[in-house]
């Protein structure tokens, strides 16, 4: 009678068959829900972009023009050359467009072009504010100026190691103008030239600024306006980096603009034959970066960019360059086809 009464219990066996069932079911399911989870997240940094691209809107609605990519120096004014690439970026112009006003208003920024002028972080903000303090209102961290795949910190570290440096020895390293640390991120940056020169829609000051849509002849929906561009280069040159390790990381992307001479690439990309979507490497090698002013997305086999019309579009990194370089020009005046 107790013989019959016992419940019947798992062998070893039937418990590793079960634990093993649960392990194959996990290892199919686990790439459905990672594949889920980034396609929200790519549809969140393309709502992004949408964003920025009714700001550009308004914008140019309201001061006929787009903003430059960079309000530095403009030496064709007289003002000091090598400032032309120091000072607040397109993306604070784009401030009181994205709800962001009361931010806008703290930073105290003024100028001839607009409302938002041509100050320059060295000349006329880096003297009243020290290396290692932070521009009112530059560490605020805005959502809509954030790729949620991206895993940039959202603030510019005291020290970093770029990923892929370790391959060549590299660890962490300063960065090169240590006025940029402590200051929010972005990950999205103007299309500032082609193939065919600095051509973009949106250029520093000095090289043309922002453009009239009337000035965009080859279509506002063929011509890109801002790019996902969510990485960080290094002070080793290009040929340097498969044998040589970093002393220092540059052209880290922030939305309040560049923080000394040389580092327009913080604001601007540009298409090019040597400069590709995301720079013939990936997130985990980004150190071995073709260049420095490339679109780059933590977001597989491409990234994402909005258009002049506001439209955006996720263009993958195997895009025709001839292409890639055509939607970076807005006057060019050759047919794309089928992109």
Known sequence: MRQNLRRPAFTLVELLVVIAIIGILVGLLLPAVQAAREAARRMSCGNNLKQIGLAIHNYEGVYKKMPPALFGANPLRGEPSGEDDDGFGWLVALLPFVEQQNLYN???????YGVLGNQTFRSQVHPNIPVGSI???????ISTYRCPSSVLPN???ASWAIP?????????VPPRYPMAVGHATTDYKTAGG???GDDGAMHKIWEGGGSRFADITDGLSNTIAGVESSYVTSNTSSSARRTRAPTAFQDWPTW???FGSGQDETVRTNGRTNSPINAGTNPSQMYFAINDDNAFSFHPGGAQFVFCDGSVQFLSQDLAIATYCNLHSKRDGNALGEW
Do not use: E, Q, Y
Not at 106 to 112: E, I, K, L, N, W
Not at 135 to 141: A, I, K, L, N
């Open 194 to 196: 082609s193939c065919w």
């Open 155 to 157: 603030l510019v570290p």
């Open 164 to 172: 892929g440096s370790n391959l060549v020895g590299g660890g962490a």
């Open 106 to 112: 703290r930073m105290g920024v003024s100028g001839h």
């Open 135 to 141: 521009f009112p209102g530059g560490d605020t961290v």
């Open 256 to 258: 309040i603009g560049a």
